[in-house]
């Protein structure tokens, strides 16, 4: 168990928006930040992170919460290992006690595969650095290979015995069940027997974007030629190799930071441009690219350039990766390297100076890639040069931006010398085509200028109630403890005309009390569960803490309650994802007092609960049995207070 004392200093530490900037490309909007939702595919930002109020809040997922629950979400972290992980982050030491066996055991089965591969990665290191056989195969051939003991350190490099249980055999005396080895595909069962999968290879750990060890790529060293030059970890709970990126978790923040991700296709090459100098550099491990790959890197820039072997056998088919990356709305550049040369070699036999100059000029936009590659394929046969030209418009169909897609055209234009009318006539017949079938994006019809285009949307209901119960709740959280000046109505009868009417008195009180005693006094209930649990939870932590700090409350939430909180404090957010100011459309600032706030809350919700009332009554007098002149009165009654209660709301209002 990790103390109480280490998890306030970490909470006390963390900043939400240094924690999620390490996983999502956050830009200042501003007093907040926003970005790419890293839980749903979209094109428009609709996450926001509040630095202020240390939230963040997802508007396209609907989750939100503090820099925990985050990890949580994103890295399917438990609730301790989110803790461990930010004590990492910021070199705090944790003090915990120690696990039992039963605690071990209870351990579901995704934390149970993760340590399996956390003490492989342990065990492959050790085995690289402090075995005859590691030293002497292992470690050798990366120095071969010209890796630094820094950077086989920083990529948690190892090696697997030459021996067929190795590992298996020390993984069990460690005490890690055989079940969860083979579930992570280190060890191979056969019937009574067990082999080490991993056997006589060099070992490059696959991390998460956090830095959690999901699975392994191993490369053979000896001479079997029966034997897979490149072994990957199977499928598991943790390992899923369409959508994960060898090298994103060292390459994230350079990513960001030089707005470019570099993708090659092995881990040499990573790892190469990583010593180099080169660090925005990420691969697919051999893996045909995925559309999740390509959103991973889509969270943290738009702009990919595609590293080719210079005689790369199958560069036409890796080409058509391209259009994967263009249908995610994508900026997309494209290098090859000299022939006989591959990033590994290249990046090993120059200088970050000399890498970099030849990257910058050697970039080309993709349809020049494509067009020069296709060319040299058509030469002078006009049959061929028609369907190189069927070719590029097609990856221009992928582009989700209109404006793009007409630049690419007329740049194809030139490079092509045909006509833009032909080929924007081209542009129309694929779309048309791709249309109707599943999967495809689909490009909306040419608009005219000034068209209008009318959308039939369902009216939805404002539930008043809903609303105003919200309300309450927000006010809550961000004033609870604010000391303010209220004015409140006695309701009198006039002595001379027995009419009611109301008198202020002035007050000072604490918004939580002022709200709690209004509410107790006439005896109103939340209708929506999930504000009566919270409200009762804000005035019972406001009663007990005269030093009430919303980061705090929200810390020692539950997930769910911290996700109603965060949704009722970014509800107003939501707006600044537009950039209204930006466009010369200003929201409207609230220019009420907090007393003013409160008061006008608490109005409207007694006028919308006489409402209410005044209809059950009309009800009840259609009964058979119903006292008529009784149930006129008091629906008098009501009618006159809400009367009363009106004005003073609109006198509240309008100041």
Not at 256 to 269: I, P, Q, R, S
Not at 601 to 606: A, E, N, V, W
Request: aromatic share 10%.
């Amino acid at each position: 168990m990790i103390s109480k004392f280490s998890i306030e200093q970490v909470f006390e530490t963390a900043r939400v928006e240094e924690v999620i900037g390490d996983f999502v490309n956050l830009k200042k909007s501003g007093s907040n930040f926003k970005g790419l939702s890293p839980f749903s595919d979209e094109r428009s930002p609709s996450f926001v992170v509040s630095p202020v109020k240390q939230i963040w809040k997802d508007f396209s997922s609907g989750k939100g919460g503090n820099a925990v629950t985050f990890l949580m979400e994103h890295e399917h972290f438990t609730y301790p290992e989110a803790i461990k992980y930010l004590a990492r982050k910021y070199n705090i030491e944790i003090e915990e006690t120690e696990q039992t066996n039963e605690q071990k055991e209870e351990a579901n089965e995704r934390e149970s595969l993760y340590l399996v591969n956390e003490f492989a990665n342990t065990y492959f290191q050790k085995t690289l650095h402090k075995t005859d056989q590691g030293k002497s195969i292992g470690l050798s051939y990366f120095k071969e290979r010209g890796f630094t003991n820094e950077t086989i350190k920083t990529f948690n490099l190892g090696y697997s015995l030459d021996e067929w249980q190795a590992f298996t055999d020390e993984a069990l005396k460690k005490g890690y069940q055989l079940e969860f080895l083979e579930k992570t595909g280190l060890t191979i069962v056969k019937d009574e027997k067990r082999f080490d999968r991993f056997k006589g290879r060099v070992m490059f750990p696959i991390h998460s974007m956090s830095g959690r060890i999901l699975g392994f790529g191993g490369r053979i060293l000896g001479a079997d030629k029966k034997a897979a030059k490149y072994l990957n970890s199977p499928e598991s709970e943790v390992y899923h190799k369409s959508k994960i990126l060898y090298g994103l978790f060292h390459a994230k923040q350079a990513i960001a930071k030089e707005d470019n991700c570099f993708l090659v296709e092995g881990y040499t090459d990573v790892i190469q441009f990583h010593q180099t100098g080169v660090k925005n550099v990420v691969a697919s491990s051999g893996t045909a690219l995925s559309p999740e790959q390509i959103r991973l890197i889509n969270r943290l820039t738009k702009n990919i350039t595609v590293l080719f072997d210079g005689d790369a056998a199958g560069l036409r088919a890796s080409v058509r990766g391209i259009d994967l990356i263009l249908e995610q709305g994508m900026n997309v550049k494209v290098c090859s390297f000299p022939k006989g040369e591959d990033p590994d070699s290249f990046a090993r036999q120059n200088t970050l100076e000399e890498l970099s100059e030849y990257l910058e000029e050697n970039a080309k936009d993709f349809i020049q890639f494509k067009a020069s590659l296709l060319v040299e394929d058509a030469k002078n046969d006009p049959i061929k040069k028609a369907d190189t030209i069927r070719e590029i418009v097609n990856s221009i169909a992928k582009i989700p931006d209109p404006i793009k897609r007409e630049i690419y055209i007329r740049e194809c234009s030139n490079i092509m010398d045909i006509s833009e009318q032909v080929l924007f006539t081209t542009l129309a017949q694929i779309n048309k085509k791709d249309a109707p079938e599943s999967g495809k994006p689909q490009q909306r019809p040419e608009q005219r200028a000034f068209e209008v285009v009318r959308t039939e949307k369902p009216t939805q209901k404002v539930n008043h109630q809903y609303e105003l119960e919200l309300k309450i709740i927000e006010i809550l959280l961000l004033y609870g403890n604010e000391t303010e000046q209220f004015e409140d109505l006695v309701l009198k009868e006039d002595e001379k005309s027995g009419e009611l009417k109301l008198e202020p008195v002035i007050h000072e009180a604490k918004v939580f009390e002022k709200i709690y005693l209004d509410l107790q006094e006439d005896e109103m209930q939340f209708s929506d569960e999930r504000f009566k649990n919270l409200y009762y939870t804000i005035i019972e932590a406001l009663h007990q803490s005269n030093e009430f700090q919303l980061k705090d409350f929200i810390n020692r939430l539950d997930q769910n309650m911290a996700n109603e909180v965060t949704t009722i404090l970014m509800n107003d957010e939501r707006y600044s994802l537009h950039d209204w100011e930006r466009n010369h459309i200003v929201p409207k600032e609230k220019k009420e007092t907090i007393a003013q706030l409160v008061t006008q809350t608490i109005l409207s919700l007694r006028c919308f609960l006489i409402d209410q009332k005044v209809v059950e009554y009309q009800n009840d007098i259609t009964r058979p049995d119903a006292n008529t002149m009784s149930i006129m009165e008091d629906v008098r009654d009501y009618l006159r207070l809400k009367t009363l209660l009106s004005k003073k709301l609109g006198k509240v209002v309008g100041g």
